[in-house]
């Protein structure tokens, strides 16, 4: 018997060569016959990975990998946890070949538990006749996109009502992080609001409404996986005390013209307005209607001075409250100045352009 150097063979298995002399005597010829006889002993290799699933993988559609071995074997999907084979109709585990099997795994297939990640170790494990190895262990992360069960809604409010924004996901592991932000219709300037909360049953924005909270409020929903945002628009409905005015003055001669300046700051804009004297409703059109920035629209009447101009004036914007009233004089020119008595003052009056003066 003798030993030769080692080698492969074509399947890369280790061969252990023997050679073996066999002789044959006969004593009836007196010969000896010997032959030498070659029998390799192959010594089977652990199946070796040439390509196994990478460490982690985070779940969100579905997943196309595979386990490739340098040799053939028969290539199994085991759960690390509890050491048991997976099944291959739940997974879509197929063996393509000799050296190749593959996983296919679908979102549906796998059970999620909402509000926790759900981590499931993995290794491929070849067996051939030389023995079984295991590749590297590998997991899934199983998580899911956020999607909104309640998205937040516009609306138009009266300033000093109270209201919530609401919104909650329906969707999502691990559970997204609900957060807001607010886009001011004044200045433009995007802040964040409100509470930031992974509650599954939402995070609503609870305001007491002013004037400066109309704008835009954004709810985002945030995990691993991806970020989505839905907003809505606050309208906020105000008013100011209406104001009336007389222009140049209060005080106005008989036959003279004035004018009754009514202005509020409102939204919505007031379209109209009604002048009031002595709580009459005078029928009487606005000569003029002007608006700024500022939310602030101005009413013009034009009053001829008569006898029965005297009195107090209010004026109220269509769809808001009246004015606090203020009163109109009217004094009448008299006549040429004359002494009454010696004994009493001399009462003058001098007329100009700017009305009377006593």
Not at 82 to 108: K, W
Not at 306 to 317: E, H, L, M, R
């Amino acid at each position: 018997r003798r030993r030769v150097p080692e080698g492969y063979n074509s399947s890369n298995k280790a061969v252990e060569p023997e050679v073996f002399m066999l002789c044959f005597s006969s004593w009836k010829f007196l010969s000896l016959l010997c032959v030498a006889v070659y029998t390799p002993k192959v010594l089977l290799a652990e199946p070796v990975f040439l390509h196994s699933p990478s460490a982690t993988i985070y779940f969100v559609t579905d997943i196309n990998t595979t386990c490739t071995t340098k040799d053939a074997a028969n290539i199994s999907w085991v759960n690390v946890v509890n050491n048991t084979p997976l099944d291959s109709s739940t997974y879509g585990i197929r063996q393509e070949n000799d050296t190749v099997s593959r996983m296919t795994l679908s979102g549906m297939a796998l059970t999620t538990v909402r509000g926790t990640l759900v981590f499931d170790k993995f290794i491929c494990r070849a067996t051939a006749l030389s023995g079984t190895k295991n590749s590297s262990q590998f997991g899934f992360t199983h998580g899911s996109v956020p999607s909104f069960g309640q998205r937040p809604r516009n609306a138009m409010l009266f300033e000093g009502n109270e209201t919530n924004f609401e919104c909650s996901f329906s969707l999502g592991t691990p559970n997204p992080l609900i957060s807001w932000t607010f886009t001011s219709r004044l200045t433009g300037k995007q802040t964040s609001v409100g509470m930031v909360s992974r509650n599954p049953g939402g995070n609503p924005l609870k305001l007491k409404i002013d004037r400066y909270d109309a704008g835009v409020y954004t709810c985002q929903l945030s995990n691993q996986f991806r970020t989505v945002k839905a907003s809505a628009t606050l309208s906020v409905n105000y008013a100011n005390q209406a104001e009336i005015a007389f222009i140049p003055t209060s005080t106005v001669a008989l036959g003279s013209k004035v004018d009754a300046i009514c202005t509020i700051e409102a939204v919505p804009l007031a379209q109209s307005a009604d002048l009031y004297r002595d709580n009459e409703k005078l029928q009487l059109s606005p000569s003029a209607r002007l608006q700024d920035s500022f939310n602030t629209t101005v009413f013009n009447f034009s009053i001829t001075v008569d006898s029965n101009s005297d009195g107090n004036y209010s004026c109220q914007p269509g769809g808001y409250s009246r004015s606090e009233p203020i009163t109109l004089t009217v004094i009448e020119p008299p006549g040429p100045a004359s002494l009454v008595d010696t004994t009493l003052p001399r009462l003058c009056w001098k007329l100009s352009s700017n009305g009377i003066s006593v």
